[in-house]
């Protein structure tokens, strides 16, 4: 991976753990008047939201589009998916504890739920933000 990768990547981990508290959060207000669900619900839009567009800017220093912000939950999906597949392997296969396995999964997953994200933003994005800066 190159430098500019490397970069991308540890910013967009930082994100996803200042994301984390702001989804509980969100959801720990929200909860003292509505369902858990439905605080669920919005704490996880907020957070996908508020997600996108600081690894938009900051991250992939692009401008986010439509395109990007309907794709961008494919990350999570993958991650979802890839970190689910490992934790069943990890614990029917290997034995290992169910705890230990679930936060390894998740952390080993985490370059694919960047490339998901880095693709879901940047595929057919505008100029970065940089650029459109400076053409002014």
Avoid at 22 to 40: E, G, K, R, S
Avoid at 60 to 78: C, E, I, K, M, Q
Avoid at 94 to 114: I, K, N, Q, R, W
């Amino acid at each position: 991976m190159t430098a500019t990768g490397m970069r991308q990547f540890a910013v967009f981990a930082m994100i996803g753990a200042v994301n984390t508290c702001v989804y509980y959060a969100v959801y720990a207000v929200l909860n003292l008047w509505l369902p858990y669900l439905a605080a669920h619900a919005l704490a996880y839009s907020v957070g996908i939201t508020g997600s996108f567009l600081l690894n938009s800017y900051v991250t992939l220093r692009t401008r986010p589009t439509w395109r990007g912000f309907v794709r961008y939950p494919l990350s999570g999906v993958a991650g979802l998916v890839g970190s689910g597949v490992l934790l069943h392997l990890a614990v029917r296969e290997l034995g290992a504890d169910e705890h230990v396995a679930a936060l390894a999964a998740g952390v080993l997953v985490t370059p694919l739920s960047f490339l998901v994200a880095r693709w879901a933003i940047t595929s057919g994005a505008r100029k970065p933000v940089t650029e459109a800066a400076s053409s002014k």
